[in-house]
């Protein structure tokens, strides 16, 4: 079974410029969430989808956004990229819909830089 | 927001336990007390988790204070593949998948 896939792996902008990534969860997997993993903040999350629709949003500005599609891949855009932004994005997958038991997956991440 | 509280890091011994500790003072009735640990230049991966009573599974074990303000994970023999950040994470089941990453404890393993 496929794990959680990200592309770009690596990717370098300017700032001023807008970057979209993009999320292929496990197959089954309806939810994927979003986080953003800097090392003075450490893991934060962004949003969750589900089935289409952003069920969660993190504490980030409207610069970062994110769509599911209907096969449940996901992308998130960051515009007016800023030198913060630079980071590792990682994206998880999860089968069920709810909170309780679900386990996350993740992927190993898009590593931005922003110069 | 649920927090929770690790020591910034550890040692271990190779082949011997491990006992990772993680408070959650302030943890509330429906929170699931999650692990996941995020070896070098990886994604976190899912170690266990648990609600009241202590898990056991093929990675690990979880104890689960009977206040459930704190609790520890346990590795019970430590390989060099542990080495890793752990992070112990309340995930609320009226939130979704909206973890709370805090700075995670970093695993060191001694050969």
């Known amino acids: 079974k496929a794990g959680v896939t990200q592309t770009p792996r690596y990717l370098i902008k300017t700032r001023g410029q807008q970057v979209t990534l993009s999320c292929s969860p496990i197959s089954g997997h309806r939810s994927v969430s979003w986080y953003q993993q800097t090392p003075g903040q450490g893991l934060q999350f962004l949003f969750e989808y589900f089935s289409e629709t952003q069920r969660n949003k993190g504490n980030f500005p409207g610069r970062f956004s994110g769509r599911q599609f209907s096969n449940s891949r996901s992308e998130m855009n960051v515009s007016t990229l800023e030198l913060g932004d630079s980071a590792l994005y990682l994206c998880a997958s999860s089968q069920l819909g709810t909170a309780n038991t679900g386990e996350l997956f993740f992927g190993e991440g898009s590593r931005l830089t922003v110069l | 927001d649920a927090k929770t509280t690790q020591p910034n890091s550890m040692e271990s011994n190779e082949e011997e336990p491990v006992h990772l500790p993680c408070n959650h003072s302030?943890?509330?009735?429906?929170?699931?007390i999650h692990w996941y640990r995020q070896l070098p230049s990886q994604g976190p991966e899912y170690v266990i988790h648990?609600?009241?009573s202590n898990v056991n599974n093929r990675m690990a074990s979880l104890a689960i204070a009977e206040d459930r303000k704190s609790s520890t994970l346990i590795l019970h023999r430590a390989t060099l593949r542990d080495a890793a950040v752990y992070y112990c994470?309340?995930?609320?089941?009226?939130?979704?998948?909206?973890?709370?990453f805090g700075t995670g404890t970093s695993l060191t393993v001694i050969p």
């Open positions: 648990g609600l009241t």
């Open positions: 994470i309340l995930r609320d089941s009226n939130t979704g998948n909206q973890f709370y």
């Open positions: 302030t943890i509330s009735g429906t929170d699931y």
